[in-house]
């Protein structure tokens, strides 16, 4: 091979011989460098050497991208490889390979920037829905909700969710600073409303945590933040509950209530024990009149639900209820047909009756309270209440049947409506039923 000095006068002038696909140009001073022109006039220098008795050609790359003394330098570099016993195929390789996990790692930095808390928080909120009761549902979607125009007044815009600020940061921004000066600055204003949205961000940077999308983004103790914790403090246990005495007061205001619906929906909370929720989502055909029982979607027993007793005076104020669909406690006003928490009306009756501030979980810890003036067995009220059996006994050795269940149930009922000097006859009831069958 015929080797001449590399200049680029010569390297410009440099063709294909007619009736060839390539030919090569030898540089005289770096060993194994040639520059390739193919019939088409395709230029590239190459390198060419020898590694373990075999040939072994690499391409370094067009002459207008490399100069002569840098495509040299690399051709020198590459021969030093082959007399280190290296392939210069397998460095180019790994090298290629490196440069590719650069650019994921870049990509993955850039992804962490992009991914927002409300992004992954939506997911969440996707995936979760079917274990949440409703009402768990709405409290998510509520405390991450932007500022908006409100319905009744649309020039006064509505405050945003008390998570959104910090779910607008991005998610790998989210930890434990962050929401340290989130909580500093919500229980400020709200402290029982930050308590509650902290316990939500926990839980959802925790599910972050388990993901493949997120695992490697999140902060997931984020909310280990002692600060935090000690800004927040622990919620106090909520107290408010119905006395004996003060059943006469509380049930006089709220018969009054010229809404029956809502009238019936506070006293069934209250002679049933159970939840809001539950109660609310009541059907007509969860009410069995001729068997006297109730059957309820439970919070803790979701598939089965639980079965209740139908004491005489809750039948008595469900039948005289509108059947205007298949809700219980129905609203021909309300979208879904199915009446809103009546809320209003009932602070207003328990203030008419000079009652402390009283919740409608307030009514639920009542019926637990009041029960124990019949002296009934706490299993018998966490049964009826929907409950988990608190001890290994309770949970395996106590199958209640619904009669047992009503006969304490109607002792307690009875109870209520007589310190409330409610006259009630029960056997009016049956004429009533049998009427509207």
């Known amino acids: 091979m015929a080797k001449v000095n590399f ?22 001073k770096a060993p194994g460098l040639a520059l ?24 370094i790359g067009a002459p207008d991208v490399w100069s002569i003394s840098k495509a040299q330098d690399e051709a020198r570099r590459l021969q030093g490889l082959l007399d280190q016993g290296r392939d210069p195929r397998i460095e180019k390789a790994a090298t290629v390979e490196k440069e590719a996990g650069e650019r994921v790692a870049k990509r993955a930095a850039r992804r962490r920037l992009e991914v927002s808390g409300l992004d992954a928080w939506s997911v969440y909120c996707a995936d979760r829905k079917s274990q949440w009761a409703p009402r768990s549902y709405a409290d998510h979607l509520s405390f991450s909700k932007a500022a908006g125009k409100s319905k009744r007044t649309p020039h006064s815009p509505t405050n945003p969710g008390p998570l959104y600020a910090l779910l607008s940061m991005p998610l790998a921004a989210i930890d434990g600073e962050a929401v340290c000066a989130w909580v500093v ?29 997120y695992k490697d983004i999140v902060c997931a103790d984020a909310c280990k933040h002692k600060k935090a914790r000690e ?9 408010d509950s119905l006395q004996r005495e003060q059943l006469e007061a509380w049930f006089a205001e709220v018969r009054k209530d010229p809404n ?24 007509w055909e969860d009410v069995d009149f001729q068997w006297k029982t109730l059957h309820i979607r439970d919070k803790v027993e979701q598939a089965a639900g639980r079965t209740i007793p139908l004491t005489p005076y809750v039948a008595h104020l469900l039948s005289w209820l509108p059947r205007r669909n298949a809700w219980v406690f129905s609203s021909p006003t309300a979208k879904g047909g199915v009446m809103m928490e009546p809320r209003v009306s009932h602070n207003k009756a328990v203030q008419a009756a000079g009652l402390p501030h009283l919740t409608f979980h307030g009514l639920r810890r009542s019926f637990g309270t009041i029960s124990e003036w019949v002296e009934c067995p706490v299993g018998v009220v966490a049964q009826i209440q929907g409950h988990k059996p608190s001890a290994l006994a309770e949970k395996h050795y106590r199958v209640r049947p619904i009669d047992l269940l009503r006969m304490w149930h109607e002792r307690i009922e009875a109870f209520m409506l ?12 049956k004429l009533r039923v049998a009427a509207a069958a």
């Open 36 to 59: 390739r022109v193919t019939a088409n006039d395709a230029r590239a220098y190459v390198f060419q050497g020898r590694l373990s008795g075999q040939t072994i050609r690499h391409t």
């Open 7 to 28: 200049t680029a006068g010569r390297i410009a002038e440099f063709k294909c011989p007619d009736g060839k696909s390539q030919a090569f140009l030898w540089d005289a």
């Open 185 to 213: 600055r919500e229980v400020r204003h709200r402290r029982t409303t930050a308590q509650h949205g902290f316990r939500l961000l926990r839980a959802f940077l925790g599910w972050c945590g388990q993901q493949a999308d």
């Open 260 to 283: 029956p619906v809502a009238a019936a929906y506070s006293q069934v909370l209250l002679l049933t024990g159970a939840r809001l929720t539950e109660i609310l989502s009541l059907r």
């Open 418 to 429: 007589e310190n409330a000097k409610v006259t009630f006859k029960p056997k009016e009831e």
């Open 231 to 239: 800004r927040l403090g622990k919620p106090a246990a909520k107290s």
